[in-house]
């Protein structure tokens, strides 16, 4: 079921409509450059005309006003800002829109027997909440994860990333890979800005860690993909898997991630 739009919704789907126009060169919009442009991005006048809407209408938007928001207004201004399927969800659920171009899913609580399955799998496996905490993992993951998913240590994978000084040598080629992490969060988190847990958690990695600030003032989205994963890990020394990440079936806020060696 799709909400009413919140302010805080207002405001962040100004600053990434903003974020995404400034990003998008005039050369790559298919416009001339023009001359004595002091941003290399497009003006907001072009961002309407690329779009067909009006210049009040897309002002509006950016400032975080509250307007009519269609899901033709919608789908227009992602095909002029040239948006990719993470962004363009992420632009949707901000306005509290269904995309017509997107199956309706529903969502409920943790199924007991998807999370007893976790133990079941022999490479390591985690199932994350919507706000990426792990719900469960098994020994396998356990033992690849210290600091995250051993002991008494925080389950929540943003958290482990960005204020676990371990996790930086852990993790390869660490800033690309958080940077990544923020994209693919703030895609995943869209609907659900609003919610208090997730609140609380944004704004307290902003107020503790610098570089998890600045990438989610980046505005970047993205979509959780697999891929390869590499590690310096403590007692196996170097090593490289391949992760899949799934949704559950009617559970789209749970993920599954399941590592294979490569």
Do not use: C
């Not at 990719?84 to 632009?91: C, D, I, M, N, S």
């Not at 660490?174 to 958690?201: N, T």
């Not at 003032?217 to 590690?231: K, M, N, Q, S, Y």
């Amino acid at each position: 079921m799709v909400m009413g739009q919140t302010t805080g919704q207002r405001r962040e789907l100004g600053d990434f409509v903003r974020s995404l126009r400034e990003r998008l060169t005039p050369r790559e919009a298919g416009l001339p450059a023009g001359q004595r442009r002091r941003t290399p991005g497009l003006r907001r006048e072009e961002a309407a005309l690329l779009a067909g809407l009006s210049v009040t209408w897309y002002t509006w938007l950016e400032q975080g006003r509250e307007i009519s928001l269609s899901p033709q207004a919608l789908t227009r201004l992602a095909s002029a800002l040239r948006l990719g399927r993470a962004e363009r969800a992420y632009l949707f659920e901000l306005a509290s829109k269904r995309d017509p171009e997107q199956p309706h899913r529903e969502s409920a609580s943790a199924p007991a027997a998807a999370l007893a399955s976790v133990d079941l799998i022999t490479t390591p496996a985690y199932i994350l909440d919507r706000a990426w905490t792990a719900l469960r993992w098994n020994a396998s993951a356990q033992h690849l994860f210290p600091g995250w998913l051993d002991g008494q240590a925080d389950r929540n994978l943003l958290r482990f990333i960005f204020l676990e000084p371990a996790a930086r040598v852990f993790i390869h080629d660490y800033e690309a890979r958080a940077k990544r992490v923020v994209a693919e969060f703030r895609a995943d988190v869209s609907s659900y800005l609003a919610d208090l847990e997730i609140g609380d958690l944004v704004d307290g990695l902003n107020r503790q860690s610098e570089l998890f600030a600045r990438y989610w003032r980046d505005h970047a989205v993205l979509g959780r993909e697999g891929g390869e994963r590499t590690f310096h890990h403590p007692v196996d020394g170097f090593l490289r898997y391949e992760q899949v990440t799934f949704a559950l079936v009617g559970h789209p806020d749970l993920k599954l991630t399941i590592l294979r060696r490569a």
